[in-house]
């Protein structure tokens, strides 16, 4: 196990609907990322958040939009839900060190649209 | 922006074969390589990682890979793979500069390893 947790586990929404995911990251990891993987393929990168901020983001609109608190836990949130949003969202957590930029991931939440 | 190239989607082996998995990516700065793996409904793990020094890079469960600067290359192998690596394979890289975790990750190759 890596110690990043995610919740729900499984989420099934309607079109047009806002979801909240959330996300534990490690122990004494500071930097957390959301990445989208939609089925049959690889992880996108979503959005990096770091002291609370966001400090990096991918080619995803503005109505996905997160949230770091001071423990570093954080929140995706997806608005105005579209089918092509059903997908696993990873969350990974990571130290913030240049140098050893390894990422630890949790097991995902699989949204459903429907 | 940053691109990978995973050529093999599906891969099937035999037992004791041997397995090398390509990736190629695009980039103009240095970067940092990975090779993650998804045991079925099991979260990403990572299998090993390059950011500098010997371009032979030895990580857990027997694999390898080497990076090839001239190629962008970052292939996988293993000399002899088990049943246990049926597995979803990704290659992913991340530029030299930045911090944390934003990583630019391959589509994935599939592997079946049959007993």
């Known amino acids: 196990e890596t110690g990043v947790t995610q919740s729900p586990t499984h989420l099934i929404k309607t079109r047009g609907q806002q979801v909240t995911l959330r996300c534990s990251s490690q122990?004494?990891?500071?930097?957390v990322s959301w990445y989208q993987q939609a089925l049959g393929q690889g992880p996108q990168f979503i959005f990096q958040?770091?002291?609370?901020?966001?400090?990096g983001r991918g080619n995803f609109p503005p109505r996905f939009s997160g949230l770091q608190f001071p423990n570093y836990s954080s929140e995706l949130n997806v608005n105005a839900l579209e089918l092509d949003d059903s997908a696993l969202y990873l969350c990974a957590s990571s130290p913030r060190q240049v140098a050893l930029p390894e990422a630890f991931f949790g097991q995902g939440t699989r949204l459903t649209v429907v | 922006a940053q691109s990978v190239s995973q050529h093999n989607h599906h891969v099937i082996l035999s037992e004791a074969a041997s397995l090398e998995l390509g990736c190629n990516y695009s980039y103009g700065g240095t970067v940092n390589l990975f090779w993650y793996v998804q045991y079925p409904g099991q979260h990403l793990q990572l299998l090993l990682k390059?950011?500098?020094?010997?371009?032979l890079v030895k990580g857990i469960k027997g694999f390898e890979a080497e990076f090839i600067k001239s190629k962008f290359s970052f292939n996988l192998r293993k000399p002899s793979v088990q049943w246990s690596d049926t597995a979803e394979y990704f290659c992913?890289?991340?530029?030299?500069?930045?911090?944390?975790?934003?990583?630019?990750f391959g589509g994935g190759t599939r592997l079946m390893v049959k007993p």
């Open positions: 122990s004494g990891h500071n930097t």
């Open positions: 992913a890289v991340n530029a030299r500069n930045n911090a944390g975790n934003m990583l630019t």
């Open positions: 958040y770091y002291r609370e901020e966001e400090n």
């Open positions: 390059y950011f500098s020094g010997d371009p």
